[in-house]
Structures are given as structure tokens and as C-alpha cells.
């Protein structure tokens, strides 16, 4: 995991504990130049990724299915526009005299259409299992 370990400098893993020697916690920090050049490189900003509660998105890089996104660019919570609805036809009796919805005056099928309540929780989201992530930093 330290010294010799196959992942370069700056990759960020999932792992079931907090960070071992030689690694960080992706939780927005600062860290030193001084003391981790290599992870300076990879990180210019001198700022870990924050990844607490996140899903890593792989970055479109030109695909044009996530277009617009920069390497490390957050991106906030959406749920894609849509709308449920409830149809349902109704018999409606031949009466003298009566009139339905939009003129309708004899025995006919009319479809009528109700939008139903929201429901759900407070977030979008598939089912997942919670790691920490942490970033190779020496």
C-alpha cells in the first residue's frame, strides 16, 4: 500500500478503514507541498477531492454523454424532469339534456387524466455500500 505499491501517487481507492500510512482521506483538505510533491502534482491546487457521501463519475472527455465537466468538477443533485400520471376512462350515462366535459352530451368513453402526489425521500439515489475513500499521497 506505501512505498512500491503498483497505484501511482494521487489515486483515489475505496477502502473499508480509515487511511493507512501514506495515504489520505479524500475529504477536501489542504495538504503540503513540502511534504507530498509527488501528490502536489496530481493535486495543483493543494486540495484533496472531497468524497465523503459522493459517487465518482468517470469524465466524459468528449464523449458528449456528460459534455461541459472539467477533471474534478462537482456536479449538484438533479432528478431528470418527468411527470406521473393517472388515466383512466370513465362511462359516462346518456341523460336528456346533460352535458359533459367539453360538450360531450351522450353515452361515451371520456378519458380524463389526473397528475398524482410526489412521494420519496430527500435525495435520488441507486442502492450502494458506504467506503472511505483515500488518495495515495507519498
Known amino acids: 500500500m506505501g512505498d512500491g505499491s503498483a497505484l ?5 481507492i475505496p477502502w473499508v478503514s480509515y487511511a493507512p500510512t501514506g495515504w489520505l482521506n479524500c475529504n477536501g ?5 513540502a511534504l507530498y510533491p509527488k501528490l502536489a502534482l496530481a493535486y495543483p491546487n493543494l486540495t484533496l477531492p472531497d468524497l ?5 463519475r468517470g469524465w466524459d ?8 465537466r472539467a477533471l474534478l468538477s462537482a456536479q449538484g443533485f438533479l432528478v431528470e424532469s ?8 370513465a362511462l359516462l350515462p346518456e341523460v336528456e339534456g346533460a352535458t359533459y366535459f367539453g360538450g360531450v352530451t351522450s353515452a361515451t368513453k371520456v378519458g380524463l387524466t389526473s397528475q398524482m402526489s410526489s412521494y420519496g425521500g430527500t435525495e435520488t439515489r441507486p442502492r450502494n455500500v458506504a467506503f472511505n475513500y483515500i488518495v495515495r499521497a507519498a
Do not use: Q
Not at 483538505?29 to 507541498?33: M, Q, V
Not at 465523503?52 to 465518482?56: A, K
Not at 418527468?82 to 376512462?89: A, F, G, P
Open 52 to 56: 465523503r457521501g459522493e459517487f465518482i
Open 61 to 68: 472527455a468528449g464523449r458528449g454523454v456528460d459534455s461541459g
Open 82 to 89: 418527468h411527470t406521473h400520471n393517472l388515466n383512466y376512462r
Open 8 to 12: 501511482p501517487v494521487g489515486t483515489p
Open 29 to 33: 483538505a489542504a495538504f503540503s507541498a
